[in-house]
């Protein structure tokens, strides 16, 4: 019985202790997104200033 009940919850527990792939995503790419979450910020804090002012 204590089998049957906790087998769904091993189906959940398994994956979670794997180790991450590495390199998801490549070197470049990762370079661009920060790029573009910079210019992002950026663009936010100038548009906060230039209607504060």
């Given at each position: 019985m204590a089998?049957?009940?906790?087998?769904?919850?091993?189906?959940l527990v398994g994956p979670r202790l794997e180790r991450p792939a590495e390199n998801v995503l490549p070197l470049s790419w990762s370079v661009a997104v920060l790029l573009t979450l910079a210019a992002a910020s950026w663009g936010v804090i100038f548009l906060m200033v230039s209607l504060f002012l």
């Open positions: 089998n049957t009940a906790l087998r769904s919850k091993l189906v």
